[in-house]
Antibody, heavy 122, light 107 residues
């Protein structure tokens, strides 16, 4: 079974650093792009960025460039999202998701999602 | 960034009704349009990709249509388990952007 299992909820103070994880199983980790999506409380979905674990090629939304870092560790099939200095406005649910290969090329949506990690900064 | 505008932002309908949600892109995105369903406290789920192709396992009462800038998601006969928020997403130009969502509630 294909699964993306995210790390647990976090409560942090402003200015602290944080790294959350997304562990993949059931498929070849290095063959699919993994993305991160933010959902602020009561709001919609925002695409943050994406990484190809095979070669660590990483792309960011301009809205999130410089604010977060996306990385991956092939040895343990895990992707990460990290902050060096959290703000209250980072309070949100964060989802990792696999970009599918339903259509040719890189214009696919996310076909498998993690359960989400709630980050509270207060 | 391409702006995705969904309408309505919410709707109320009884079980059995036909429901249509629209999504408009600020520029042409060909057919690179995905639809997701999100239930409260859960992760989104992919329903439709490439504007009209049903993801595996999704009931056939869901359908999608459109190309260019205008798209629709239709639920032919609303079921109790369909009450959720629906999002469109363009995957034509990076960054892929989502619509604001349409909340479907019980009438």
């Amino acid at each position: 079974e294909v699964q993306l299992v995210q790390s647990g909820a976090e409560v942090k103070k402003p200015g602290e650093s944080l790294k959350i994880s997304c562990k993949v199983s059931g498929y070849s980790f290095t063959s699919y792009w993994i993305g991160w999506v933010r959902q602020m409380p009561g709001k919609g979905l925002e695409w943050m960025g994406i990484i190809y674990p095979g070669d660590s090629d990483t792309r960011y939304s301009p809205s999130f460039q410089g604010q977060v870092t996306i990385s991956a560790d092939k040895s343990i099939s895990t992707a990460y999202l990290q902050w060096t200095s959290l703000k209250a406005s980072d309070t949100a649910m964060y989802y990792c998701a696999r970009r599918g290969v339903m259509v040719r090329g890189d214009r696919n949506g996310f076909d498998i999602w993690g359960q989400g990690t709630m980050v509270t900064v207060s | 960034d391409i702006q995705m505008t969904q309408s309505p932002s919410s709707l109320s309908a009884p079980v059995g009704d036909r429901v249509t949600i629209t999504c408009r892109a600020s520029q042409s995105i060909a057919n690179y349009l995905n639809w997701y369903q999100q239930k409260p406290g859960k992760a989104p789920k992919l329903l439709i990709y490439a504007a009209s192709t049903l993801q595996s396992g999704v009931p056939s009462r869901f359908s999608g249509s459109g190309s260019g800038t205008d798209f629709t998601l239709t639920i032919s006969s609303l079921q109790p388990e369909d009450f959720a928020t629906y999002y469109c997403q363009q995957s034509y130009i990076s960054p892929p952007t989502f619509g604001g969502g349409t909340k479907v509630e019980i009438k």
